[in-house]
């Protein structure tokens, strides 16, 4: 069993600034791609970025441009930095790793952009 912690969200004013942290803990053997999600009253559960071991990242286009995504291995943690936000980024924030073919997610954050 993997466990994930995050922490991070909150409110915030349109443009405004949030870094969302997600720790890994429990039965950790292979822990490939890390990711962030997010899902919105009455929608359904969408990615925002991953990345790989490596380093690699991948970002919705929603995204893209304003959200960095990092990962620091020795501590099992990843990270999103999210910038210029705007009120349609209001979400709960899910931290999400695959171990073993198995999808594991964190309780989630939520995250509120007043206008």
């Known amino acids: 069993q993997v466990q994930l912690v995050e922490s991070g969200g909150g409110l915030v004013q349109a443009g405004g600034s949030l870094r969302l942290s997600c720790a890994a803990s429990?039965?950790?053997?292979?822990?490939?791609?890390m990711g962030w999600y997010r899902q919105a009253p009455g929608k359904q559960r969408d990615l925002v970025a991953t990345?790989?071991?490596?380093?690699?990242?991948n970002y919705a286009d929603s995204a893209e441009g304003r959200f960095t995504i990092s990962r620091d291995n020795a501590k099992k943690s990843v990270y999103l930095q999210m910038n210029s936000l705007k009120p349609e980024d209001t979400a709960v924030y899910y931290c999400?790793?695959?171990?073993?073919?198995?999808?594991?997610w964190g309780q989630g954050t939520q995250v509120t952009v007043s206008s």
């Open positions: 990345i790989t071991t490596w380093g690699n990242a």
């Open positions: 999400h790793v695959r171990q073993g073919g198995v999808d594991y």
């Open positions: 429990g039965s950790i053997t292979s822990i490939n791609g």
